[in-house]
């Protein structure tokens, strides 16, 4: 929620401003499906660009194969 209330922030500054993206938020939207569909997923921010982060629980390895490869799979870039 807190990097939603920035980003919305930044559009109701003088002069408003985005830096988020539709790309952003088509990733924000695949992670979220996935989330539903597995139940569980990664922490997830975003910094004051558009980029999103996810953070993964060590003890969880498949669980971010799952992600990383469905993410992947839909054209989005992973950088570690």
Do not use: C
């Not at 930044?10 to 979220?32: C, G, H, W």
């Amino acid at each position: 929620a807190e990097f939603w209330d920035m980003h919305a922030l930044f559009e109701t500054s003088m002069p408003a401003f985005r830096y988020i993206t539709d790309q952003s938020v088509k990733a924000l939207n695949q992670i979220d499906h996935l989330w539903t569909k597995l139940g569980e997923g990664p922490l997830v921010t975003m910094d004051a660009g558009p980029n999103v982060h996810l953070l993964f629980a060590q003890n969880r390895p498949e669980l971010t194969t799952t992600f990383v490869d469905q993410l992947k799979s839909q054209g989005f870039l992973f950088l570690s």
